[in-house]
T-cell receptor, first 117, second 110 residues
């Protein structure tokens, strides 16, 4: 149990375009999902907390208009990087609380590597 | 975010030795503590979690928590080359956010 599916796993886009990343909890309901960004050889930086049916809570310094998060159902959260620029190139990882390991444990998706040309 | 601090390493140990990884956190109200392992280019995978002061053992892994010192550690006994990875310490804050340390890179030398 506790599987989180994330896709696409790899995406390349042109500067100025928007990219949507999906995160699904496959075998459990996740009222809360988290979006992280990780640059090479750096740690996971929490971008936002996504709550089902309400607005996401963004960490300080994260532009909410640039990184749109929608958590429309108990099993799906999406992150849209709008008007992407090369500096947005990173590894984006979603995670969900809950599932077989309990409500206080995070299960991660496989991550999405974004390259903006 | 400086909620969680780790020695970035790299840490090298010979095969069969004990690897010791350390982590400190800033929010004294934090209640849940986690160790994740991350291989290069992959997402983190949970090793174990600990909620109470003291030691918690799971196979070759032992997590130690000292809330008074705001310190959590992970011991890996009988280290294997396959244990070579980056180990991330994570803390769940009272606000239910999960923050990660910068990770410690471990290399187990055959």
């Amino acid at each position: 149990g506790a599987v989180v599916s994330q896709h696409p796993s790899w995406v390349i886009c042109k500067s100025g375009t928007s990219v949507k990343i999906e995160c699904r909890s496959l075998d459990f309901q996740a009222t809360t999902m988290f979006w992280y960004r990780q640059f090479p050889k750096q740690s996971l930086m929490l971008m936002a907390t996504s709550n089902e049916g309400s607005k996401a809570t963004y960490e300080q310094g994260v532009e909410k208009d640039k990184f749109l998060i929608n958590h429309a159902s108990l099993t799906l959260s999406t992150l849209t990087v709008t008007s992407a620029h090369p500096e947005d190139s990173s590894f984006y990882i979603c995670s969900a609380r809950g599932g077989g390991r309990g409500a206080n444990v995070l299960t991660f998706g496989a991550g999405s590597r974004l390259t903006v040309l | 975010q400086k909620e969680v601090e780790q020695n970035s390493g790299p840490l090298s140990v010979p095969e069969g030795a004990i690897a010791s990884l350390n982590c400190t956190y800033s929010d004294r109200g934090s209640q849940s503590f986690f160790w994740y392992r991350q291989y290069s280019g992959k997402s983190p995978e949970l090793i174990m979690f600990i909620y109470s002061n003291g030691d918690k053992e799971d196979g070759r892994f032992t997590a130690q928590l000292n809330k008074a010192s705001q310190y959590v550690s992970l011991l890996i006994r009988d280290s294997q080359p396959s244990d070579s990875a980056t180990y991330l310490c994570a803390v769940r804050t009272p606000g239910n956010q999960f923050y990660f340390g910068t990770g410690t890179s471990l290399t187990v030398i055959p």
